[in-house]
Structure formats: C-alpha cells, structure tokens
C-alpha cells in the first residue's frame, strides 16, 4: 500500500502563531516544498495514523541487510556537460554509473531508474545483472530522490523527504517525483514528511544516533524559518533516533550545503570516519570544516553513551587528478555498504586510491573491498554513496 500523509508536527516542539511560516514550508505532510511539489494522494493518512505508521520505527543503518539497491540513470538534461565530464559528456559517466551499478549487482539486486526512451540503452551499457525499470529520472544522484526507508513492526516504511533540488538550486522534471514512483513500483507504504531533506544529509548508526549538518538541514532553502529544535524533533520521530549530532557543514559553497556523506560516516555503533584533508594539500574552504567536525565528533557520545572513536580517511589529491572543474569532491567517506562488500571510490590518485580501499577493507571484516573509478560523475559534486539508495530487508 502506498500512502501520503498529512499533518505531522514535531511533539516536543509548538510553533508559536506569530511565527507560522506560509503554507508551503509548515510543518504538515503535503504542504511542503514548492508548487510543483506533488500533493498527498487520496487516502492521505491524518497525523495520529502518521504515528501508528511509525510506531517502534528506525532507520536502519546501512550496514544492515538490504532487499536491493536503487539507482538513476543520467539524463541528458542532468546537466552532465563538458564542463563535468570532458568531452563526451554524459557518455563517459554513464560508463561509469553502469559499471557501478554491475559491481554493486555481484552483492545485491540493483534496479536502475530511467527515461523510458532511454531503459533500452541503459539494459545495454549495464547488462543482465541489474533490472533498468522505465521511471522517469532527471539524474544520478539517488540517495538525495529516492524515499529514505525505516522499518518497524509494520514492515518497510519510505519516507518521501520531499526533494526539491538542493534548495531550488536547478530545475528539475522527475526527481521531485521519485520517491513517489519508486514507492509505487514495490508497494511500499509512503509516508510524506513534513521537512525537505536529502538522503546525503541524513547518517545513522542503527542504534538510535543520526548525524547530520545544520548547512543542509537548518537552512531557509529547504526549511524556511524552522529551527534546529523544531527540526530536529522531527527527525527523531519519523527516523526513530533518540540522539542527533549536529556538525555545522558548509553553507552555499556546493550543490548540496555540505552533505554529511561527503564529511563523516559510522562504521558502526561508537565507530566514525571523518574525511580529512591530502597530505600537503593546502588548505581550502573544506579544511575549516573537516577539522571543526573531527574535534565535535572526538567530543561527542551516542545514544548509548559510547564515546566516539574517529578515524581519518585521507582524501584523494586533486592536483594529480589534471584538469577538472570546482565541484570535484575526493572523499572517500562516500562509499556504499551493500550485501557482503563495501564499495570504494577511486579517482586515479594511485596511492590514496589503494590506501583507501585497504583502510575500508580493515574497517569492514567480512565484507570484500571492491574499489569503482568514479573520476567523471565525481565531477558532478558527489560520489558512490550518493549515486545509490539501499532498501532494507526484513
């Protein structure tokens, strides 16, 4: 059963009248984000259903068994120029995404969302191994359209954060649409949020901690004049944390105000990594930020009071990387965990590339370490996390 929902607001937390926002950025499912947002379908669940919905709910942690991984096909209206990805455009990071999305089908079953005049070659350039399915997809970047799913004693759950390009920073046709279709697809209950958000900015751990920056969350572009309480409150009650470790991010200086997948992961309860600097790189307007979310997350507990243990993950050095544009971000922080393997960025720096991928490996006993060349669609400002989206499995 697929469903919208309406009228969910933060329990700990009551606007006061005089500072209600306009209709469209309340905090009430369906009347979030711009006009071309979707409503609520018919059937809509009122607020306290919302709530027996998500009763006993959380978001799993990444790490747990997944049903299957979702990702998007690269349209040519995505944007993928010569500026991004050379010459050839979109051509090139197709060849990647689908040697992405082959690697990731060896663990898991990949179903890959396209134009439906573009399925065909997309079935080609990837092969049997990964399902192409005709939903209609602006881009690649799955994690931040597709619905973020908890699970609970009702089953799966997909929680539609309504996307809205990064603060209307582009337009877009489709991937404000995609949670919805995607849910749709595979029967999966909808819940619409009352906030708009990305699945890049959300990290948890399984265990009732989440971690995510204020640049992207707390932010007039997604979420007109809310506060970080009230926002917070809402997050613990549809992802089902009981603890939130803000780190401050970076505002308006990338496409996304500075996602926590391109700066801290857990690799497990009480484990984080923290993206950090190239040696002998000079500083840049990241440095400050991985630095500030180092010493917060050195300082920080969890849900469970386990003090945090951080571990460096050294970027990439673009300087070895040749000509590219100002959006390519080499962190290897944005890695994907699927069934039995982790899958690693690599970018063409030889050394950090193989540094990387054994660090990962160590880091996640038991699963097989498979490192992507991702060097053309990294220009577009993301990596392999942000390219994917895991539904659980029961």
């Known amino acids: 059963m697929v469903v919208g929902a309406t009228a969910l607001t933060a329990c700990s937390k009551a606007e006061p009248a005089q500072q209600q926002q306009p209709a469209n950025q309340r905090g009430e499912f369906g009347n979030q984000g711009r006009a071309a947002q979707p409503g609520p379908p018919p059937g809509s669940l009122d607020g ?29 209206e995505g944007g993928w120029g010569p500026a991004q990805s050379g010459a050839d455009g979109v051509v090139v990071v197709r060849k990647e995404i689908a040697e992405l999305a082959r690697t990731i089908a060896r663990f898991e079953p990949v179903v890959l969302c396209a134009m439906p005049d573009q399925v065909a070659d997309a079935q080609r350039m990837c092969g049997t191994s990964v399902e192409v399915v005709p939903i209609p997809v602006d881009d690649l970047w799955a994690r931040d359209t597709s619905p973020n799913f908890v699970t609970g004693p009702q ?24 949670s919805r279709r995607i849910l749709e697809r ?52 549809l992802l089902g944390v009981r603890k939130v470790i803000w ?9 996304t105000d500075g996602h926590i997948d391109l700066i801290s992961r857990f690799i497990e309860p009480g484990v984080v990594v923290v993206s950090h600097s190239p040696d002998g790189a000079p500083s840049d307007l990241w440095t400050p930020v991985w630095e500030e979310s180092r010493r917060v997350l050195a300082s920080a507990s969890d849900a469970a009071g386990r003090k945090l243990r951080v571990i460096d993950l050294y970027q990439a050095d673009a300087r070895k990387l040749g000509d590219h544009g100002p959006d390519l971000r080499t962190s290897y922080v944005n ?17 950090a590339d193989e540094r990387a991928l054994a660090t990962l490996r160590d880091l996640h006993p038991g699963r097989e370490a498979v490192a992507v060349n991702i060097r053309n669609f990294a220009e577009g400002g993301g990596g392999i996390h942000c390219a994917t989206m895991q539904q659980p499995k029961l």
Request: net charge negative; proline share 5%; aromatic share 8%.
């Open 155 to 178: 089953g799966v759950t997909g929680i539609d954060f309504n996307f809205n390009a990064w603060g209307n920073r582009r337009d877009v046709v489709h991937d404000n649409r995609l």
């Open 247 to 255: 780190l401050a991010g970076l505002r308006g200086k990338d496409s």
């Open 335 to 351: 890695y994907y965990v699927c069934n039995g393997a982790v899958i690693v960025p690599a970018f063409g720096d030889e050394p």
């Open 186 to 237: 595979f029967g999966v209950r909808r819940v619409q949020a009352p906030i708009i958000a990305e699945g890049g900015a959300l990290e948890v751990d399984g265990d009732g901690t989440l971690i995510a920056t204020e640049s992207s969350i707390v932010n007039d572009n997604r979420n007109f004049g809310r506060s970080r309480d009230q926002l917070e409150g809402l997050l613990r009650e």
């Open 48 to 76: 306290n259903e919302v709530r027996s919905v998500l009763a006993g709910c959380s978001m799993p942690a990444e790490w747990a068994p997944h049903e299957r991984t979702i990702m998007g096909w690269p349209s040519a």
